[in-house]
């Protein structure tokens, strides 16, 4: 096994054989032996044994010369000939880790910029403001009290690097008084994602749902349990619904061509997004009837600017 810390050396004399053979006795095991010209052998040896091999040949014809190193002491030798560089570059990474961290600019963006100085304020009072350190707790508490803000219906709070960007979007066509108060479900089917911005989501992921029913509620709950208090708000939000929808159609043939009519007819006025058709095929006097089953996405919003 090669040693971890070696130096390679270089011998120079008239019969180098018997060099190897001086430091075989002298209990010395030498690595990678190359013979570099008749009169010289270069070879690696432990580190530790370098001066012993000096000594050996101290007032010999051999001359002996150290030319590198190579294992572990060869990038121990570098960084203690670069440590000034290297340290430079460990406190600049450092530097650049800590910094990331910490709020550095804040810019308001979206419809809602011009609420720019209380948005600062709003952040200011959350605890985050430049040279302040993030975290995702303070941003959510910050959105909370944006979300007060007359006729902002959504907002969020995200951090890139060191700049804090601040989305306000409002809904200065409607007047807030003919908001509506909730989401209410017009068909039937099955809940396959919730995004609730303000307000109380009724539904989760998987829920049956009818039509009617509301999905998103105009309330918001602070606390928990008997404590818990009930805030009327006008709710920000989306649902995605996942529905099924039959639609029979009449053909005179029964064909690939009659099949691909009655899909395409069966998405004719259609409110949604198609996700999967299938059809069975029946006769009667003569008719072929395609009863053409789809699946479709509907996607519900309310007041999501």
Not at 56 to 73: H, N, P
Not at 96 to 120: C, M, N, P, W
Not at 170 to 195: D, M
Request: proline share 3%; glycine share 8%; charged share 25%.
């Amino acid at each position: 096994m090669k040693p971890l810390f070696s130096d390679i050396i270089e011998i120079d004399s008239l019969t180098p054989p018997r060099a190897l053979t001086k430091l075989a006795r002298a209990g010395i095991c030498v690595y990678d032996v190359e013979r570099k010209s008749k009169t010289c052998l270069r070879m690696r040896v432990k580190s530790k044994e370098t001066q012993k091999i000096f000594a050996i040949f101290s007032g010999s014809c051999y001359t002996v010369r150290e030319v590198g190193c190579a294992g572990l002491k060869k990038p121990l030798l570098f960084m203690k000939k670069r440590w000034g560089l290297l340290l430079g570059a460990a406190i600049f990474l450092a530097a650049a880790f800590v910094s990331q961290a910490f709020v550095l600019k804040i810019d308001v963006v979206g419809s809602g910029s011009h609420y720019e100085r209380e948005a600062v304020s709003i952040l200011g009072s959350a605890g985050l403001k430049r040279f302040s350190l993030y975290s995702r707790e303070r941003a959510d508490e910050a959105e909370r009290a944006l979300m007060r803000l007359p006729s902002v219906s959504f907002c969020s709070v995200e951090k890139s690097g060191t700049v804090l960007t601040v989305t306000l979007e409002e809904n200065a066509e409607t007047p807030v008084s003919e908001r509506e108060k909730n989401l209410f479900s017009p068909i039937a089917g099955r809940v396959e994602s919730v995004a609730v911005v303000r307000g109380t989501a009724l539904v989760s992921e998987g829920d049956e749902v009818s039509k009617g029913q509301i999905l998103i509620a105009g309330y918001a709950l602070s606390g928990e349990g008997e404590n818990a208090v009930r805030r009327e708000v006008y709710p920000v939000g989306r649902v995605s619904l996942l529905a099924e929808d039959t639609f029979v159609y009449r053909s005179e043939e029964k064909s690939e061509s009659a099949l691909e009519k009655a899909y395409a007819a069966a998405l004719i006025g259609f409110e949604g997004e198609a996700v999967e058709q299938a059809a069975d095929v029946s006769e009667e006097n003569g008719i072929y009837i395609y009863t053409v089953r789809t699946q479709y996405r509907r996607i519900l919003s309310v007041n999501f600017g």
